[in-house]
DNA sequence: AACTAACACAACCGCCTTGCT
DNA sequence: CAGCAAGGCGGTTGTGTTAGT
């Protein structure tokens, strides 16, 4: 039994992306954008599930990734938000422009975790580590994502200004291909039209700390919106 | 030089959420 | 409001590369 597959495995390649399957994608949806991830393989010429192609665009081709090394400032961005969030790795990636989610994922992973734990940080629950050494993996929950009350709590007291209820990047909405390719093309452009925003956005970096980080640009460029979470509108608030 | 272990990261899998009918 | 399809997400696996012996 189970659910169907979400497409014809039979059919499909498999495995890594060939220079001229990037090039297939690209060429679509450079010309058509990000449309129905399901259609698109099929419309693109690929023998790729949609997910496959969705994937491989978002982590891999999008020509707004920033690839290459995390800088020190990033990795402390990272270990605080994952402090805030936990494991919400694509809501962590919205407050790092260029950066994916499985790249960050990966890179909590691979790199991070070690770090913590070098500093006798449980990379977990981001306390100290008494004793036992940290168990790194799933012995532990999530500070805030799936907090119980009390947590929840706790988690106020360390950070009394910040609003746990965030609704991340509601209005940080990625650029689409069409206007990321025009800005790429555009070579004096002014800033690309950013989308409406409600009032009240805050910018991440300020709120932890990081103003002098080379990630926050809020104040050389304050229509610089990508690092920013929006407080929930107090009740009776309008957005216009 | 050959082998092995550790590392890094791309890709896949399956579940959950969301939007549509 | 239920059912379905599609998209999105987080966890996990597979594979190539590098370092160590």
């Not at 979400?6 to 449309?35: F, M, V």
């Not at 192609?53 to 402390?76: A, Q, S, V």
Request: include cysteine; aromatic fraction near 6%.
């Amino acid at each position: 039994m189970g659910r169907s597959p979400c497409c014809e495995k039979a059919h499909t390649n498999r495995g890594a992306w060939t220079k001229e399957e990037d090039q297939l994608l690209i060429a679509y949806i450079k010309a058509h954008g990000e449309g129905c991830w399901r259609s698109l393989p099929k419309a693109a010429g690929l023998l790729r599930c949609g997910k496959s192609c969705r994937l491989r665009w978002i982590n891999y081709l999008r020509p707004d990734l920033k690839r290459g090394n995390f800088t020190e400032e990033e990795d402390e961005l990272i270990i605080k938000l994952h402090g805030l969030l936990g494991n919400k790795w694509s809501v962590i990636a919205g407050q790092l422009p260029g950066r994916t989610d499985n790249e960050i994922k990966n890179y909590w992973n691979t790199h991070i975790k070690r770090k913590l734990a070098g500093r006798g940080i449980d990379p977990q629950t981001h306390l100290p580590v008494r004793g036992g050494a940290a168990t790194p993996g799933k012995a532990s929950k999530p500070p805030s994502s799936a907090a119980s009350p009390a947590e929840r709590e706790r988690e106020r007291e360390r950070c009394p200004d910040l609003n746990l209820d965030l609704s991340m990047s509601l209005s940080f909405s990625s650029p689409t291909p069409s206007e990321v390719f025009a800005a790429a093309d555009a070579t004096s452009g002014p800033t690309p039209a950013v989308p409406p925003r409600p009032a009240h956005a805050i910018c991440l970096c300020c709120h932890l700390g990081l103003q002098s980080s080379e990630t926050c640009g809020c104040r050389e460029n304050p229509s610089h919106h990508a690092l920013r979470y929006y407080k929930p509108l107090e009740q009776g608030q309008h957005t216009h």
